[in-house]
């Protein structure tokens, strides 16, 4: 029965154990993103969701890569912001779940979608990531594919950014 016992003790340590390792895997994951400034988006009728703007050419580089499903949010977004409109395309390597792409002039009016883009959760070079159409565009933001706020943006709808 002892023997029992401490079998039973040691089964519901290793379980908790590995349950806490998991939750801190999960916030591992998107530990960079507090480096990044955060804005809103809104949309016409005045929803908004919260966006980590990549600024940097590191963090732009770095994107929603490596980053877990569990710990990006479907009321999150990552805006990519630039100084003037080229043609713009996105590839996804270490990515860990689909993304919907909202293409948009200087003044945030969504000029082209790239709904469904596949994660592809390894390293490679571009010829075997997928990559998201181009687009003529200034800025472009990301959103989880099919996420609630993916679902409303649409061609033709302008979207504000302010700050929190």
């Known amino acids: 029965m002892i023997?029992?016992?401490?079998?039973?003790?040691?089964i519901i340590f290793l379980y908790t154990f590995a349950f806490f390792c998991?939750?801190?895997?999960?916030?591992?994951s998107a530990k960079h993103l507090k480096a990044y400034p955060q804005s809103y988006l809104y949309l016409p009728n005045g929803e908004k969701f919260k966006v980590y703007?990549?600024?940097s050419p590191a963090q732009q580089k770095q994107g929603l890569s490596k980053i877990q499903s569990i710990d990006?949010?479907?009321?999150?977004?990552?805006?990519?912001?630039?100084?003037?409109?080229?043609?713009?395309?996105f590839w996804m390597p270490e990515t860990f779940f689909d993304l919907d792409l909202f293409f948009m002039n200087q003044d945030y009016y969504i000029l082209g979608v790239h709904r469904g883009l596949k994660h592809y959760p390894k390293k490679g070079d571009r010829s075997q990531v997928p990559l998201s159409k181009k687009v003529f565009s200034q800025h472009v933001v990301e959103l989880k594919a099919g996420s609630y706020?993916?679902?409303?943006?649409m061609p033709g709808m302008?979207?504000?950014l302010k700050k929190k």
């Not at 990006?72 to 395309?89: A, I, K």
């Not at 706020?149 to 943006?153: G, I, M, R």
Request: charged share 20%.
């Open 3 to 10: 023997l029992h016992q401490r079998g039973l003790k040691l």
């Open 22 to 28: 998991a939750c801190n895997a999960q916030n591992n």
């Open 53 to 55: 703007i990549a600024q």
């Open 72 to 89: 990006f949010s479907n009321q999150e977004g990552m805006l990519f912001p630039e100084e003037s409109m080229f043609v713009r395309q």
């Open 149 to 153: 706020f993916a679902k409303k943006l």
């Open 158 to 160: 302008q979207l504000k």
